[in-house]
Nanobody
């Protein structure tokens, strides 16, 4: 079993920045990443990073968000810059071990009008 603990969400003005963190218990974790779910919408991928630091990003966040990982601490980060109204969502941390996906409980990011 892998447990994920997220932190760093909050309220930020348009154009501002936030940094999300997610620590994972356990070992042998392969990919880690962030997904989000906006009000009334489905969950979507934001960014992922493998153990070898290969990254993928949703087109909507490319150039604004950066995912990074500390393998020694089993921690993944999401640096979010130039935040927009449409980035408002609950952000979920994800980790994969032995082809099983684990999820955090989510952290809310709000970019107000």
């Amino acid at each position: 079993q892998v447990q994920l603990v997220e932190s760093g969400g909050g309220l930020v003005q348009p154009g501002g920045s936030l940094r999300l963190s997610c620590g994972a218990s356990g070992s042998c974790i392969s990919a880690m990443g962030w997904y989000r779910q906006a009000p009334g919408k489905g969950r979507e991928l934001v960014a992922t990073v493998t153990g070898g630091s290969v990254t993928t990003y949703a087109d909507s966040v490319k150039g604004r968000f950066t995912i990074s990982r500390d393998n020694a601490r089993n921690t993944v980060y999401l640096q979010m810059n130039s935040l927009k109204l449409e980035d408002t969502a609950v952000y979920y941390c994800n980790a994969v071990r032995a082809y099983i996906a684990y999820w955090g409980t989510g952290t809310l990011v709000t970019v107000p009008t």
